[in-house]
């Protein structure tokens, strides 16, 4: 079944740099959502993104689905060590990707 | 606090042996899903209630089982627990059946099988 991989599944950023985690899928997605999970908490729902090309913005925090709604991203700009944490994704179903761990150096 | 309760926070229990872990969902959510979250691993999807109904089914062992009641709760029995078991359960619930709903996460419930 689909399932949407993740890359990178490590990042390791020094503060104020930029960090980006992408989504993808051999399967065009109807939607996909964005999650995050501090250390020690529980995933957190960011945002979801329905639309071809659809960008949003959330702070300092890029989401995009692509134009055949089959990849996603999500930026960082300027890291801070508040955005430290797995950030995970999710298509179409009720699985999620493997996440991608974000470790951000004073 | 999300909304979603589980309990209890931490269990510890010995090979062999049957526990039962229980989460409400977020008041007005119908749909539950169990997942299960092992050391510094990814979520691996167990399965799917909605409205007192199995809905989807992952990568559930034979030996777990769960159910919805009829005030939407939910309990996920594990059983003949192995070492292996021992990992971060969480609860996730949503406003309808599937997307384009986000879940929301319960804390979660820490196992661990000695």
């Known amino acids: 079944g689909q399932q949407v991989m993740q890359i990178p599944q490590y990042q390791h950023v020094q503060e104020g740099e930029d960090f980006t985690t992408y989504c993808n899928s051999s399967t065009t997605l109807s939607n996909i959502q964005w999650y995050k999970q501090r250390p020690g908490g529980h995933p957190v729902f960011l945002i979801q993104l329905v639309k071809s090309g659809e960008v949003k913005k959330q702070k300092r925090l890029t989401f995009q689905f692509g134009e055949a709604k089959k990849n996603s991203s999500l930026h960082i700009t300027a890291t801070q060590t508040t955005d430290v944490g797995t950030y995970f994704c999710r298509g179409n179903d009720m699985r999620f990707g493997a996440g991608t761990r974000l470790t951000v150096k004073p | 606090d999300s909304g979603v309760t589980q309990t209890p926070k931490h269990l510890i229990t010995a090979t062999g042996q049957r526990v039962t872990l229980r989460c409400s969902p977020r008041?007005?959510?119908?749909?539950v899903y169990w997942y299960q979250q092992s050391l510094d691993q990814g979520l691996q999807f167990l399965i799917q209630y909605y409205n007192g109904e199995e809905r989807a089914k992952g990568n559930i062992l034979e030996r777990f089982s769960a159910q919805q009641f009829p005030d939407l709760h939910s309990e996920l029995n594990l059983s003949s627990l192995e070492l292996g078991d021992s990992a971060l359960y969480f609860c996730?619930?949503?406003?309808?059946?599937?997307?384009?709903?986000?879940?929301?996460f319960g804390s979660g419930t820490r196992l661990t099988v000695v």
């Open positions: 996730a619930s949503s406003l309808r059946d599937a997307k384009p709903y986000g879940y929301t």
């Open positions: 008041s007005g959510d119908l749909s």
